[in-house]
């Protein structure tokens, strides 16, 4: 039995030894190309990804999904082997971000705008298709709500969509969503809550006088029940809606356009999120997706310009490419044009503008 | 008395429907999984007669494979089954009946047997996602064309080849054989099943020597007092601390400051190790604690000193125990999806992983990203996935049972 354990132990040192002596081996070259960031972008990043991988002689880029925060911050940690070449993202980089890039020796960010993601807000195809107004939206959903004198709010005391505007159906107001975790969240709020927001006057003032008063009362969402937090899961989100067409959800077009058999999309603004509506910019809630590559990897990891060459090519992000099969919405074809030009030079972002 | 009857009887229901509701929600689950699921074990193929025509493979005499118009290859021998799809939409709405994964397919043949090339072949390649989930019945094909992924015409082009023959559902041996896919007909498990491998032996070779020792050390040598109460007490807390805290503590200890590479099997199996640890030192102790002191007292009487007390008597009457509390602590670890995510593993990775250093997923993760993924046809391979995963667990479960039914002795 001693002989047994003996050799048990040997085995376990050996896997150890052998383990990081392969490890150390990792660290001295990466052949692959290594992907973060958001998990908005992650959909169409992995498409690109597979089809590069498949395409070329280079191995398929690991794309991770860590959010678009998170993947930036492990981006601007250095340049090296050990660090991501790209870092998807479902908003534009912050100064901050930049500027802890830039301490981290990451001074040459190229920036790359992929496309446009709708936000829809959407409820069960056997329900009744709701014509909202960012400012419904936003007075079904904020914590608290414009009072009647002038600078009053009050406690959201709306409990169902005819409370908010007459001329919507009294049906209790139930909205699934995202966490606060998430980009979509993010830009719901941004872009549907503060639209609707900015419509009372005296509070549209504040955004000039008191920034952070201004930001509190359009970017909170309500707390009792009447706004539910899904996780970040849109398929669920879909499945419920099925089963409750009084509820509504929120979540990127391209889940909607999966299931366009079972759940459908309201008007915002009059606009029906649509594939071109989004593609037009007439549909409100839509934001641009991101993308930042190290200038600093390219030519030192293997593929890393192949693989950007591919996501800037028609045959993926133009208009009948097979991103937009994957619900990637196209930039008009003057701003591809710039886009994928600025990508072949490498043209750094420069920040100084801001 | 009869007051003292009727409580036991009320009692007894009560511990009865417990059970029955037990037993119904796991029902339910296993129904849904499986009625869900195995459609996902048949995928649709397409017989298509490809003429791998050197024109258009080498235009210039030499054949690159990386450049190489596979694509347009599908595209002909598909026009060809189609003749009446013209104009640029028409076509357009009938590449999509087949899958991309056919001009990889073709690739793979041709780079194995050149000698095809100029040969027509006739070949089973296979159909898009949605053309699978309509022959599956997950696309209704009977609503309003607008809300359907399938358009009225490609409706119709499916069902000409399918009246001809040349669609059929076969057994989907890419789940098994291919890596993670962002086309659902092409995804498969080899590359989380691996992943998940590695990760387990790295888990096994580190945490059964370190457990069955430390667990020897506290129940034979280690003397008792304040110092090994606290180290019991601290190991009994370790096995029930959340296990998203070991996948934290191993994105500090191993990415951050031993700077081993992300996403790694060897870093998951590390901090699974880190979790499955508490569990088998408390197995390993009370298999240990249930040797009877008689056999230690014979042995020690006899002259045995307490090493050999330990390693020729002790142990091997242990090791069942042991072994099964090993086994439970593995089939814990297989399921473990949280600590990964700290560690980087929710990852997109189409290479199946051939090392420990190898960025790899774990099946659990795999689950988590492809019930997260848009394209409806993940919804059944998500729930085969689970299957998979299950079937594991009960192996390893059983193996658990067996080996506790065979070896135990009785005292």
Redesign the interface.
């Known amino acids: ?2 002989n047994h ?1 003996k050799s ?2 040997l ?2 040192i050996a ?2 030894g ?2 990081l002596s ?2 150390a ?3 001295s070259g990466r052949d ?1 190309v290594y992907i973060v960031g958001s ?1 908005t972008v ?2 169409f ?3 690109v ?3 590069f ?5 280079f ?2 880029p ?5 959010g678009s925060g998170g993947g930036l911050k492990l981006f601007c940690d250095g340049v090296g082997v ?1 660090y991501p070449d790209v870092a998807n993202s479902s908003r534009a980089i912050k100064q901050s971000e930049v500027d802890s890039c830039a301490a981290n020796g990451v001074t040459e960010i190229v920036e790359v705008k992929i496309g446009y993601d709708g936000i829809v807000f959407a409820n069960a ?1 056997q329900a009744e298709t709701m014509t909202l107004s960012r400012a419904d939206i936003f007075l079904a959903l904020a914590k608290e709500v414009p009072g009647k004198a002038e600078g009053e709010l009050i406690e959201n005391p709306y409990q169902t969509w005819a409370d908010v505007n007459p001329d919507l159906p009294a049906i209790k107001i139930e909205v699934l969503g995202p966490p606060p975790t998430s980009g979509t969240r993010d830009a719901f709020v941004e872009l549907a809550m503060e639209g609707g927001c900015k419509a009372t006057p005296w509070i549209a003032a504040l955004k000039s006088s008191d920034k952070n008063r201004y930001k509190a009362i359009c970017h909170t969402i309500r707390e009792d029940g009447r706004f539910v937090e899904a996780g ?4 669920l989100i879909v499945q419920k809606l099925q089963a409750n067409p009084d509820a509504f959800g929120i979540f990127g077009f ?2 909607l ?5 079972k759940v459908k999309g309201s008007l915002i603004d009059g606009v029906e999120p649509t594939f071109d509506a989004i593609a037009d910019g007439e549909y409100p809630v839509s934001r641009p997706l991101y993308f930042y590559a190290k200038k600093a990897h390219v030519d030192v990891i293997p593929g890393l310009r192949g693989f950007l060459r591919e996501f800037t090519s028609e045959r993926a992000w133009g208009e ?1 490419g097979y991103l937009s099969d ?2 990637l919405i196209p930039m008009p074809d003057a701003e591809r044009k710039q886009v994928a030009t600025a990508v072949r030079d490498l043209t750094p972002l420069s920040m100084a503008a801001e | 008395m009869p007051r003292r009857r009727r409580k036991e009887f009320t009692f007894k229901l009560l511990g009865m429907v417990a059970t029955a509701i037990g037993i119904v929600f796991l029902g339910l689950f296993f129904a849904s999984l499986i009625a869900e699921g195995t459609s996902a074990f048949k995928q649709t193929f397409l017989k298509l007669d490809i003429e791998l025509s050197e024109d258009v493979l080498a235009p210039d005499g030499e054949l690159d494979l990386a450049y190489a118009d596979f694509d347009g290859l599908v595209r002909t021998a598909l026009r060809a089954e189609i003749p009446e799809a013209s104009g640029r939409r028409d076509r357009r709405e009938l590449y999509r009946i087949v899958s991309v994964g056919a001009a990889y397919q073709l690739r793979d043949l041709i780079a194995q047997n050149p000698d095809l090339l100029g040969t027509t072949q006739s070949l089973w390649v296979p159909a898009s996602s949605n053309v699978d989930m309509l022959i599956k019945g997950n696309i209704d094909a009977n609503i309003e064309e607008a809300l359907r992924p399938l358009s009225d015409k490609q409706i119709g082009w499916v069902r000409q080849l399918q009246d001809q023959g040349r669609l059929e559902s076969r057994f989907n041996r890419a789940l098994f054989t291919n890596g993670d896919s962002r086309e659902p007909e092409l995804a498969g498990i080899k590359g989380a099943v691996m992943g998940s491998v590695y990760m387990l032996l790295v888990t096994m070779a580190l945490s059964f020597p370190i457990g069955v020792a430390a667990a020897i050390y506290l129940e034979e040598f280690a003397p008792r007092n304040r110092w090994s109460d606290l180290i019991e007490v601290n190991i009994n807390n370790l096995a029930a601390v959340p296990s998203i805290v070991f996948g934290l503590l191993g994105l500090a200890v191993f990415i951050n400051w031993a700077a081993l590479p992300r996403a790694a099997p060897l870093v998951g199996g590390l901090v699974l190790t880190l979790l499955t640890l508490p569990v088998i030192i408390i197995a390993s102790r009370a298999a240990i604690k249930a040797v009877p002191p008689s056999i230690r007292e014979a042995a020690l009487g006899l002259g045995a000193s307490q090493t050999q007390v330990v390693f020729h008597h002790v142990l091997p009457l242990a090791l069942p125990g042991m072994l099964t509390g090993a086994i439970i602590g593995m089939s814990r670890a297989l399921g473990e999806s949280a600590p990964l995510l700290m560690i980087g593993m929710v990852a997109f990775i189409v290479d199946v992983p051939g090392s420990l250093t190898d960025p790899a997923t774990a099946l659990p993760v795999q689950i988590f990203l492809w019930a997260d993924s848009p394209e409806r046809a993940f919804a059944e391979r998500t729930s085969a996935a689970i299957i998979v995963l299950l079937g594991f667990l009960l192996v390893m479960n059983l193996t658990a049972v067996i080996l506790r039914k065979r070896m135990e002795r009785k005292w």
């Not at chain 1, 356009?257 to 058999?261: K, S």
């Open positions: 039995m001693s354990r048990l132990s085995a376990a896997t150890i052998l383990s392969s490890a081996f990792a660290q692959y998990s992650y959909p990043a992995t498409v990804a597979e089809r991988g498949r395409g070329s002689e191995k398929t690991k794309v991770e999904s860590t050990d195809i970040e899961n849109d398929n391209s889940f356009d999966q299931n366009m058999e009948e994957r619900g």
